[in-house]
Protein backbone atom coordinates (compact mmCIF):
# COMPACT_ATOMS: atom_id res chain seq x y z
CA UNK A 1 0.00 0.00 0.00
CA UNK A 2 2.74 2.21 0.25
CA UNK A 3 2.26 3.25 3.48
CA UNK A 4 5.12 4.45 4.70
CA UNK A 5 6.97 5.58 1.45
CA UNK A 6 6.74 9.36 1.96
CA UNK A 7 8.50 8.71 5.69
CA UNK A 8 11.15 6.84 3.79
CA UNK A 9 11.45 9.45 1.36
CA UNK A 10 11.71 12.32 3.87
CA UNK A 11 14.29 10.29 6.24
CA UNK A 12 16.45 9.90 2.80
CA UNK A 13 16.21 13.34 1.79
CA UNK A 14 17.81 14.48 5.50
CA UNK A 15 20.68 12.60 5.29
CA UNK A 16 19.70 9.33 6.38
CA UNK A 17 20.96 5.92 4.22
CA UNK A 18 19.42 3.08 3.21
CA UNK A 19 21.14 0.01 5.21
CA UNK A 20 23.65 2.08 6.88
CA UNK A 21 21.60 4.43 9.50
CA UNK A 22 17.98 3.74 7.65
CA UNK A 23 16.36 0.02 8.65
CA UNK A 24 12.79 -1.44 7.93
CA UNK A 25 11.52 -4.04 9.66
CA UNK A 26 8.57 -5.77 8.10
CA UNK A 27 6.88 -8.79 9.64
CA UNK A 28 3.89 -10.84 9.42
CA UNK A 29 0.47 -8.96 11.02
CA UNK A 30 -0.86 -12.79 11.94
CA UNK A 31 1.96 -12.91 14.90
CA UNK A 32 1.72 -12.58 18.06
CA UNK A 33 3.58 -9.28 18.94
CA UNK A 34 5.86 -11.37 21.32
CA UNK A 35 7.54 -12.70 18.52
CA UNK A 36 7.97 -9.61 16.34
CA UNK A 37 9.46 -8.16 20.17
CA UNK A 38 11.97 -10.71 19.70
CA UNK A 39 12.73 -10.28 15.96
CA UNK A 40 13.01 -6.45 16.80
CA UNK A 41 15.56 -7.26 19.67
CA UNK A 42 17.99 -9.60 17.42
CA UNK A 43 17.72 -6.35 14.44
CA UNK A 44 18.55 -3.97 16.80
CA UNK A 45 21.79 -5.79 18.16
CA UNK A 46 22.48 -6.28 14.44
CA UNK A 47 22.15 -2.45 13.15
CA UNK A 48 23.85 -2.10 16.03
CA UNK A 49 27.07 -3.92 14.79
CA UNK A 50 26.48 -1.96 10.90
CA UNK A 51 26.55 1.30 12.30
CA UNK A 52 28.52 1.40 14.96
CA UNK A 53 26.08 3.32 16.78
CA UNK A 54 25.21 3.27 20.65
CA UNK A 55 21.91 3.75 20.55
CA UNK A 56 19.08 2.93 17.67
CA UNK A 57 15.70 5.26 17.15
CA UNK A 58 12.73 3.02 16.20
CA UNK A 59 9.64 4.33 14.70
CA UNK A 60 6.59 2.22 15.73
CA UNK A 61 3.27 2.34 13.90
CA UNK A 62 -0.17 1.00 14.90
CA UNK A 63 -0.01 -2.81 16.57
CA UNK A 64 3.76 -2.99 15.76
CA UNK A 65 4.13 -0.35 18.65
CA UNK A 66 3.02 -2.87 21.21
CA UNK A 67 5.69 -5.05 20.69
CA UNK A 68 8.17 -1.85 20.77
CA UNK A 69 6.85 -1.70 24.32
CA UNK A 70 7.13 -5.35 24.65
CA UNK A 71 10.84 -5.90 23.73
CA UNK A 72 11.73 -2.67 25.92
CA UNK A 73 10.16 -5.02 28.96
CA UNK A 74 12.01 -8.42 27.25
CA UNK A 75 14.90 -10.31 28.85
CA UNK A 76 16.77 -9.83 25.55
CA UNK A 77 16.33 -6.27 25.51
CA UNK A 78 20.05 -4.83 25.19
CA UNK A 79 18.93 -1.28 26.74
CA UNK A 80 19.65 0.16 23.05
CA UNK A 81 16.61 2.68 22.01
CA UNK A 82 16.98 6.17 22.20
CA UNK A 83 14.00 7.29 21.25
CA UNK A 84 10.72 5.64 20.55
CA UNK A 85 8.47 6.97 18.41
CA UNK A 86 5.00 5.89 18.15
CA UNK A 87 2.59 6.28 16.00
CA UNK A 88 -1.39 5.49 16.61
CA UNK A 89 -0.69 2.59 19.37
CA UNK A 90 -3.89 1.37 20.49
CA UNK A 91 -1.97 0.85 24.14
CA UNK A 92 -5.75 -0.18 25.81
CA UNK A 93 -6.82 -2.03 22.97
CA UNK A 94 -8.65 -1.61 19.91
CA UNK A 95 -12.45 -2.43 19.92
CA UNK A 96 -12.69 -3.01 16.25
CA UNK A 97 -10.36 -6.13 16.65
CA UNK A 98 -13.48 -7.76 18.47
CA UNK A 99 -14.85 -8.85 15.13
CA UNK A 100 -12.05 -10.16 13.91
CA UNK A 101 -10.94 -12.30 16.83
CA UNK A 102 -15.04 -13.00 17.23
CA UNK A 103 -16.21 -13.94 14.37
CA UNK A 104 -12.93 -13.89 11.85
CA UNK A 105 -14.35 -10.70 9.90
CA UNK A 106 -12.21 -7.97 9.29
CA UNK A 107 -13.73 -4.76 10.07
CA UNK A 108 -10.83 -2.55 10.93
CA UNK A 109 -10.84 0.91 9.38
CA UNK A 110 -10.40 1.19 5.09
CA UNK A 111 -12.32 -1.09 3.13
CA UNK A 112 -9.97 -2.03 0.43
CA UNK A 113 -7.36 -3.26 3.08
CA UNK A 114 -10.14 -4.63 5.10
CA UNK A 115 -10.79 -6.58 1.92
CA UNK A 116 -7.27 -7.28 1.00
CA UNK A 117 -6.90 -8.66 4.14
CA UNK A 118 -10.36 -10.94 4.64
CA UNK A 119 -9.61 -12.02 1.36
CA UNK A 120 -6.23 -13.78 2.50
CA UNK A 121 -7.48 -15.20 5.49
CA UNK A 122 -10.04 -16.72 3.86
CA UNK A 123 -7.95 -18.34 1.86
CA UNK A 124 -5.56 -19.40 4.34
CA UNK A 125 -8.48 -21.15 6.14
CA UNK A 126 -9.44 -22.88 2.93
CA UNK A 127 -5.92 -24.19 1.84
CA UNK A 128 -5.43 -25.08 5.16
CA UNK A 129 -8.00 -27.15 5.69
CA UNK A 130 -9.90 -25.21 8.18
CA UNK A 131 -14.12 -25.61 8.27
CA UNK A 132 -14.27 -21.65 8.42
CA UNK A 133 -12.43 -18.57 8.82
CA UNK A 134 -12.46 -18.35 12.65
CA UNK A 135 -11.01 -21.38 13.20
CA UNK A 136 -8.43 -20.60 11.35
CA UNK A 137 -8.11 -16.75 13.30
CA UNK A 138 -8.58 -18.61 16.26
CA UNK A 139 -5.41 -20.78 15.66
CA UNK A 140 -3.16 -19.08 13.96
CA UNK A 141 -3.73 -15.64 14.51
CA UNK A 142 -3.13 -14.21 18.26
CA UNK A 143 -2.36 -10.95 17.05
CA UNK A 144 -6.25 -10.02 16.99
CA UNK A 145 -6.46 -10.68 20.63
CA UNK A 146 -3.84 -9.07 21.25
CA UNK A 147 -5.05 -5.56 20.27
CA UNK A 148 -8.22 -6.30 22.20
CA UNK A 149 -9.01 -3.74 24.63
CA UNK A 150 -7.38 -4.45 28.68
CA UNK A 151 -11.34 -2.83 30.09
CA UNK A 152 -14.94 -2.58 29.27
CA UNK A 153 -15.94 -2.33 25.83
CA UNK A 154 -19.16 -4.27 25.42
CA UNK A 155 -22.10 -2.89 26.50
CA UNK A 156 -23.88 -4.53 29.87
CA UNK A 157 -20.95 -6.59 30.60
CA UNK A 158 -17.70 -5.61 32.80
CA UNK A 159 -14.34 -6.45 32.35
CA UNK A 160 -12.88 -9.43 32.66
CA UNK A 161 -16.49 -11.07 32.55
CA UNK A 162 -17.76 -12.99 29.43
CA UNK A 163 -14.76 -11.54 27.39
CA UNK A 164 -12.08 -12.70 25.33
CA UNK A 165 -8.75 -11.77 28.01
CA UNK A 166 -5.95 -10.49 26.63
CA UNK A 167 -3.45 -11.28 28.45
CA UNK A 168 -0.81 -9.85 26.16
CA UNK A 169 -1.51 -6.28 26.65
CA UNK A 170 -2.13 -7.13 30.55
CA UNK A 171 1.19 -7.77 31.15
CA UNK A 172 2.46 -5.10 29.12
CA UNK A 173 0.49 -2.58 31.45
CA UNK A 174 1.30 -4.54 34.45
CA UNK A 175 5.20 -3.81 33.57
CA UNK A 176 5.05 -0.11 32.12
CA UNK A 177 7.08 0.84 34.47
CA UNK A 178 10.03 -0.58 32.67
CA UNK A 179 9.52 2.50 30.74
CA UNK A 180 10.05 4.51 33.35
CA UNK A 181 13.50 2.91 34.32
CA UNK A 182 14.73 2.97 30.94
CA UNK A 183 15.71 6.00 30.02
CA UNK A 184 14.16 5.87 26.32
CA UNK A 185 12.12 9.42 25.41
CA UNK A 186 9.22 8.44 24.14
CA UNK A 187 7.04 9.81 21.34
CA UNK A 188 3.42 9.51 20.80
CA UNK A 189 1.35 10.89 18.08
CA UNK A 190 -2.69 10.53 17.36
CA UNK A 191 -5.53 11.52 15.50
CA UNK A 192 -8.62 13.04 17.47
CA UNK A 193 -10.97 13.80 15.24
CA UNK A 194 -13.68 16.45 15.31
CA UNK A 195 -16.38 13.33 14.94
CA UNK A 196 -16.91 10.13 16.11
CA UNK A 197 -15.59 7.96 13.66
CA UNK A 198 -14.27 5.22 15.36
CA UNK A 199 -15.55 2.24 16.89
CA UNK A 200 -15.85 2.32 20.54
CA UNK A 201 -18.24 0.19 22.54
CA UNK A 202 -20.63 -2.42 20.63
CA UNK A 203 -24.02 -3.73 22.09
CA UNK A 204 -24.07 -7.55 21.97
CA UNK A 205 -26.71 -10.40 21.76
CA UNK A 206 -26.42 -14.75 22.02
CA UNK A 207 -24.52 -15.79 18.67
CA UNK A 208 -26.76 -16.90 15.59
CA UNK A 209 -23.69 -18.20 13.75
CA UNK A 210 -22.11 -20.69 16.18
CA UNK A 211 -19.35 -21.40 16.86
CA UNK A 212 -18.83 -17.74 15.79
CA UNK A 213 -19.25 -14.85 18.47
CA UNK A 214 -18.46 -16.93 21.24
CA UNK A 215 -18.72 -13.78 23.27
CA UNK A 216 -21.62 -12.29 22.04
CA UNK A 217 -22.34 -11.46 18.26
CA UNK A 218 -22.47 -7.19 17.41
CA UNK A 219 -25.96 -5.88 16.77
CA UNK A 220 -24.74 -2.34 17.48
CA UNK A 221 -21.24 -0.17 17.77
CA UNK A 222 -20.86 3.21 19.60
CA UNK A 223 -18.31 5.56 17.70
CA UNK A 224 -15.77 7.85 19.39
CA UNK A 225 -13.41 10.16 18.65
CA UNK A 226 -10.00 8.36 16.94
CA UNK A 227 -8.47 8.08 13.97
CA UNK A 228 -11.31 5.65 12.35
CA UNK A 229 -9.42 2.34 14.17
CA UNK A 230 -7.93 3.39 17.51
CA UNK A 231 -9.74 5.36 19.59
CA UNK A 232 -8.17 8.78 20.79
CA UNK A 233 -8.13 7.49 25.04
CA UNK A 234 -7.46 4.37 24.40
CA UNK A 235 -3.92 5.85 22.39
CA UNK A 236 -3.56 8.31 25.39
CA UNK A 237 -3.64 5.58 27.92
CA UNK A 238 -0.02 5.94 28.86
CA UNK A 239 0.85 8.66 28.02
CA UNK A 240 -0.58 12.08 26.35
CA UNK A 241 0.70 12.47 22.99
CA UNK A 242 3.98 14.43 21.79
CA UNK A 243 1.04 16.13 18.82
CA UNK A 244 -2.18 15.37 18.54
CA UNK A 245 -3.18 15.66 15.05
CA UNK A 246 -6.59 16.48 14.18
CA UNK A 247 -8.78 14.57 11.84
CA UNK A 248 -6.45 11.62 10.01
CA UNK A 249 -6.99 8.60 9.61
CA UNK A 250 -5.10 5.16 11.11
CA UNK A 251 -3.28 4.33 7.97
CA UNK A 252 -1.88 8.11 7.29
CA UNK A 253 -0.49 8.53 10.63
Avoid at 60 to 69: E, I, K, N, T, V
Avoid at 105 to 130: C, M, T, W
Avoid at 166 to 190: K, P, V
Wanted: hydrophobic share 35%.
Amino acid sequence: FNTYNNLIDTLLANGYVEGQTLFTLPYDWEDSNAVLATTLNNTLDTIQATCNCSYVDVVAHGMSGLAAAHSVIDAGYDDNIDQLVLIGTGFNGVPAAYAAWEAGRVQFDEPLRNGIAQALLNHKASVGGYSTTFDYVQANVPSFLEMLPGTSYITGKTYPTGYPVNTYLDNIQDNFSAFNQSGIRLHQFDSNSSVNNTPRTFTVAASTEPPLWPHGQITGTTLGRGDTLVPFLRAEFFLSSDVPINNITHNNL
